[in-house]
């Protein structure tokens, strides 16, 4: 079906602040942790960014790499907290959740007709109603780009760009501000990535109980974990590399099965908004013999993933010294 485009764009394209110091180019294990804040989330915030035009105009990819990019850099936020935990993170925090909860109603959409498309031919009544999905997408799209063309989300971008370069996260004079940000990285990290695969397995245990909203924000702890490794690439050695990858691989297979039973549940929600056009829509996404499935796919990926040994400090390169 084809998909509504615009040839708006915004009148001055959204830009960063512009950045104060010269950063490195590349993580490494000694580094202090706001350097490499600074880095990760320069690095997010520019992918978003990449991604404005295209997802104004209505390209589905585009939209699908803008929402990953946030995610990214929200995940990067959370984990430097409590380094970043100012009195201003909340504001930039409520603006990134506005902007998520703006691409995600279009996002939801796109998922629904690919799943559509892929399971039903040319029938008559299929057509008929993909016109219904395709009339609701074209009309969120335009409160998306109007949305991404605004004042706010300008100010979005120059608060959050800001607030990573020279936020009150970054000068704060207490002992602890000051150990929290030359904190090396291999440290904070190797702490922070065992604590939350801990927390995930734990939680993976009662995967065949959670309902919906649970097993959402067990999705939610596994995004979060594997972004933070994939963000943390620079710092893997060549022989931690098949440890980092056995892990991934388990993660990316449990996210993947946990995000089609939250695409399923998302598109039953959406389907009831037009059932007074098509009456059996949300039949569509009911399908219990695939739940059984996508469930024992992501159990059986928390079992291997519990075999694999955690991330220790010397899976991270050693480095002499924490840079500035």
């Not at 764009?9 to 942790?33: E, F, Q």
């Not at 589905?60 to 380094?83: G, N, Q, V």
């Not at 008559?124 to 009339?135: K, M, P, R, Y």
């Not at 908004?273 to 098509?278: A, E, T």
Request: hydrophobic letters at 40%; aromatic letters at 4%; glycine letters at 4%.
């Amino acid at each position: 079906m084809a998909r509504p485009t615009t040839n708006s764009t915004a009148t001055a394209r959204p830009k960063p602040a512009a950045s104060r110091n010269t950063l490195p180019g590349r993580l490494s294990p000694g580094m202090a942790c706001d350097t490499a804040f600074r880095i990760i989330a320069r690095r997010h915030l520019a992918a978003v960014l990449a991604q404005h035009d295209g997802t104004c105009r209505g390209d589905p990819d585009a939209l699908h790499e803008i929402r990953i990019a946030l995610t990214h850099l929200r995940t990067a936020i959370r984990f430097f907290s409590p380094m970043v935990d100012d009195a201003l993170r909340p504001k930039v925090w409520a603006e990134l959740k506005w902007l998520n909860s703006q691409l995600g109603m279009v996002r939801d959409l796109d998922v629904a007709i690919e799943r559509i498309l892929a399971e039903t031919g040319d029938e008559l009544s299929v057509i008929a109603e993909l016109q219904h999905w395709d009339e609701k997408r074209a009309e969120s799209h335009r409160l998306l780009a109007r949305a991404l063309q605004s004042a706010r989300y300008r100010r979005l971008v120059e608060l959050t760009s800001s607030w990573i370069e020279s936020g009150p996260w970054s000068t704060r004079r207490s002992k602890v501000a000051n150990r929290l940000r030359r904190c090396p990285l291999a440290d904070h990290a190797t702490a922070q990535l065992t604590g939350w695969e801990r927390t995930l397995l734990r939680k993976a245990k009662k995967l065949r109980k959670l309902d919906v909203e649970k097993r959402h924000k067990l999705r939610i702890l596994n995004k979060r974990l594997t972004y933070s490794i994939e963000s943390l690439e620079d710092l893997f050695a060549d022989r931690s590399l098949t440890k980092q990858k056995a892990i991934l691989k388990q993660l990316r297979r449990a996210q993947k099965s946990l995000g089609q039973l939250n695409d399923d549940a998302r598109g039953q929600a959406l389907a009831a908004s037009l059932n007074n056009s098509v009456a059996a829509a949300g039949i569509r996404f009911l399908d219990r013999k695939r739940e059984k499935k996508l469930l024992r796919t992501a159990w059986t990926a928390y079992r291997k993933l519990d075999k694999v040994k955690p991330f220790r400090s010397s899976d991270l390169t050693p480095d002499a010294e924490p840079e500035d």
